[in-house]
């Protein structure tokens, strides 16, 4: 043990720790379980039963009463652990409650009935995943619509921003024409006009193109991002211009250039893009609670907002459906983190 | 086995690959002809078409219209539909009687936004900073597992706002783990800590927090790592303190990259909505009410609902953010040309 | 055929003229090198011929038939650039093809073709591999290739030698020189290494500042250079510039006297009497020699002396103060700060006016 320790505590350059390593560790492993913990805990809970779920303290595990069928009785009845008047432990199966008196019967010998405090009994209890609190909202409320609203916006609208943004990024950065620059500044002025300040009149831009109540509503105007725009010209300006023309003595096309030559080329900046068009895509949700207002045209997020924001909570599918719409993102954490950090590193972008 | 998957995956990726290719050769019978018209120049125009018209319709044409729609009373959207009533709306967000209490001002809901927001702005703001830069730190220090532990505090950063708010919501309810963690430990009674003021504006600030830190600390860590280790060892050699070394040498040549992160965290929190709608929609009563959400009460949900309003309240906002987004370029670009020397 | 004609291009990137009024015929099937200084306007003037830029004024020909404003696509002629522009995200295979696929060619005949350059150059074990993991000189041949395969008009190359080492560069020029010998085709290839020029070139093009200097075959340009940019540029070491001045001119030729100490007399007549000018006298540094005891000659001050065996470099300084290299054949014993007199032979003088224009005649 003595050893193990050593062995933990010792340091490069066979140094002491200094408080500075103990801060370090505690700030560490608290963040690791405060940045983890909540994800974790949704997660846990949404195996949970309504029963648990308003249980406090609550139980890290899903756990649930066990029952057991008895003759002469059409329901299941919850099985107890009870201590009896003459004080040995009796596993008992509740028949009814009156008060704080319960009626218990043995479920070997259901004749006898025993009548219990109810503060002299606990339930026997079984981890059992209420995996209905998955498939219920599926079948029964409006989810896999939304899902399909969701995959839909995000991904017509990820596919629409690669092509025109890409096509937009090639004439700014291998083209010289007239009004090139202004251009460009007119991109650069609007990457700080953020949806919060036009959302108002967008909306009835919206709604005069008659895209109110329509998921290309909720698409088009994410599409022509100046991000997206701004950051594969940069890429693009670092493809050599001979190749261009190369091309051009090769007989090719000005779109045969954008899609043999540079799109290819381009490829780890269109990734880049890509990733980041899913996640904003699949995230948004202002502008959709703005433009959708039939149910049946929600998108995962807006559908979430508006299940969790009804008077009657139905804590156990909000939860469930909260850790489906966390999955892709969890997904793209897990493959394309490093990934993602570097291009927010070297790019600012978010 | 893998062999085997590969092949199905090459076989796949070359059947979209043909599809596609045999589009864009379809697109490009038409082009071709376009490209004799207009020449090769010419052509720029065409691949900027598609990118253009989108952005001017939905982001060129609502800016500008912004200003006139500010400008016009009723509660239609359709600009055509609506009476100019020139700055009256301007006017009436200015017209208070204190100006230094919000509720004697005739657009109260307005100024109690502004307050909320810059009391958030301000707290948010600062603490930000300080979280990250001190996260930045301490994963810039030769740990183990490092990328494990930039993950850990990146994590958040990708959840949608509404997973956020509710995954807080579940937390902080009143049967929540929050109370619980409290109980065990205290024993303390369980509190609704979303249903009261204070509490709950603390919550928002704190869930904001935790969802954008990741993001504000990968730039920092980003600049922490620019810095050259021979200046460290330099200082070692001459037997400099650490507290010295932070102070002295980490903390000014990271200015540069704070400042950027400053800005950014202005502009980000100005504009909060998603998370802290989804958390507390604003409640209780309108103490965690933010601009954002103002306007969008204002425009769209609220039945006292006055879009020019809305709208003039946004070009406020948006002025604001202006003058931020100005001082990032500055500071970005003193950044660049310090590099550069 | 390829017979390229360009009338008076001129070109200009805003204010600033880049070629300025060039007239040019190049005849088919010929090797024609454009050479001069950076910067000069080699690579514009060669991608206005191309079809890259459109030039601001001026006309160009193909066979006769004005091109000015057709495409460089359907111009017919292929290009090899300096940095190669391979296509790094294809094989070398479609590399080659892209070009003939562009033109819609029937892939049989694309396949010939292909199999016929990788033949040629000895690519054939690589055609599958990107450019990336080809050597340079892989690449110079790649670049090549993907040049014949289109059969073009005309070939036009862009320094594609200067980014190899001095030994390829040397085996690649044998090769390119083969090359244009079994095809035929007119190339137009740019450099501004003078002694690639003067291998390569059935004529050289000297360009300074988008003008023409002088157009000849290589000999021209050695033997009789138009001024004294064209002089000091082709040959190396460079030519010796001395001052002079004309004593006498009539008779069976020119009497000049070379800094004051030499004179001598050309076997040449310059067509206008300059009696008494002062000139400036022109001296390639392999045609001086050690003058003997009796001769006439100029004297000099030694600075430095690299001997290199088969020659003699002597870095030395004349009265004037003017430098002066002379390369002398075989060894000799000479130390820095040793006084020495040289001398040359009045045929090997070039003689240029204040202008720096060659006296014509001379
Ligand atoms: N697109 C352009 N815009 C502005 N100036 C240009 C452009 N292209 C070339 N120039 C200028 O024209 C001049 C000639 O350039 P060019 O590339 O033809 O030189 P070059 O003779 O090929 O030189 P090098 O031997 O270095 O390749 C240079 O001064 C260059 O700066
Ligand atoms: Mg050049």
Redesign the interface.
Known sequence: MATVWQFITRR?GGEGW?W?DVA?WV??IG??L??????V??TL?SFKSPAA??????TILPYVTQEVRVEGFDKPLPLYEVTLPDGTMARLAEKRRVGIIAQMIDPKSPETVHKININDRKPVDMVEFATSNYTEPFLQFDFLRYLWNSVFVTVMATIITL???S??A???SK???RGQNL?LI??VG?????L??????????????GLFNNLWGVI??T??T?TG?FLLRQYMLTI?D??I????????????I????VL??AAPALAVLAIFSV?WR??D??WP??VLSRSSLYT??VG??VY??QLNVQ?QY??AM?VV??IP?IL??VFL??F??RG???T?L? | MADNRRGIRSIAGSLVLAVVGRVMRIIDIPLRGLQKVAGQTGMASFFLLPNMAVFTVFILIPFVINFVYSMTGGTQIFLDQRRFVGLQQYSEIFSCSDYLDPNSCLQDGFWTAVGNTASFVVIQVTLMILVSLITAVILNREIIGRGFWRAVFFFPVLLSPVVTGLIWRWILERQGLLNFILYELFGAEQFNWLTERTTAFAATIGVSIWAHMGFYTLILLAGLQAIPRDLYEAAQMDGTSRSRIFWRITLPLLMPNLVVVLVLALIRAVQVFDEVFVLTHGGPGTSTMYLIQYIYEMGFASELKNPGLAAAASILMGAVLVVLTLMQMAASRRNEKKRES | MGRITLEKITKSFGAVKVLQSIDLDIRDGEFVVFVGPSGCGKSTLLRQIAGLDKPTSGDICIDGKLVTDVPAADRGLAMVFQSYALYPHMSVKQNLAFGLENARMPKIEIERRIAEAARMLEIGDYLDRRPGQLSGGQRQRVAIGRAIVRNPTAFLLDEPLSNLDAELRISMRAELSALHKRLQTTMIYVTHDQIEAMTLANRIVVLRKGRIEQVGTPLELYNTPANRFVAGFIGAPSMNFLSGSIVAAGGEGTTVTVLGEETLTLPRKADDDMTEQAITVGVRPQHIRLAGPDEPGIGAKVDLVEGLGSETVVHARVSTGERLLAVLAGQHALASGEEIRLTFDAKDLHLFDKDGSRLSGT
């Not at chain 1, 023309?245 to 045969?256: I, V």
């Open positions: 490069r200094h500075t370090t700030w560490l963040g690791l405060i940045m983890f913990g909540p994800a805990w949704l809970s779920l308003s249980k406090f303290p609550p092509v025109i943004n096509m937009a090639f004439a700014l083209y010289k024409f251009i007119i991109i609007t990457l700080m006009v953020p919060g300040v036009i959302m108002v009149p967008l909306y009835s831009v919206v709604s005069a193109l088009l105007p599409v022509a100046p725009v050599p001979e190749l023309d190369a091309a051009r003595m090769d007989k090719a096309s000005e779109w045969q954008y899609w043999r030559i290819p080329l996640v699949w995230n949700f202002l609670l703005i995962l997020q979430l907002n969790a924001g804590w909000i939860l909260t719409t966390m993102v793209v954490f983190q490093k993602i950090a927010i590193a070297t600012g978010k």
